[in-house]
Nanobody, 114 residues
């Protein structure tokens, strides 16, 4: 079982930056695949990006603006978000694939508004 706890959400103006964290109960070195998802009001949950080992990939709406990384020592997955847009407003979730199951955090809210 993997427990995930997201933090770092909040209110930011368009063009601003925010860093989300996802603390894991299991060492990130032993989790092969981790993802960030988001869900905007009235919309389905969508994948933001993934990281396997040290290789990250991103969906088109965030590519070039968001960066996924790992703080191995802290067992924490990070999502650096820059040049935020109003359409980035959503609840952000981290996700881990481990031992044949997907594990989810409770989410953290990001609001981009002037």
């Amino acid at each position: 079982q993997v427990q995930l706890v997201e933090s770092g959400g909040g209110l930011v103006q368009p063009g601003g930056s925010l860093r989300l964290s996802c603390a894991s109960s299991k060492s990130l070195s032993s989790i092969h695949l981790m993802n960030w998802y988001r869900q905007a009001p009235g919309k389905e949950r969508e994948l933001v990006g993934s990281i396997a080992g040290t290789t990250a990939a991103y969906r088109d709406p965030v590519r070039g603006r968001f960066t996924i990384s790992k703080d191995i020592a802290a067992n924490t997955l990070l999502l650096e978000m820059t040049n935020l847009k109003t359409e980035d407003t959503a609840t952000y979730y981290c996700n881990a694939y481990d031992s044949g199951s997907y594990w989810w955090g409770q989410g953290t809210q990001v609001n981009v508004s002037s």
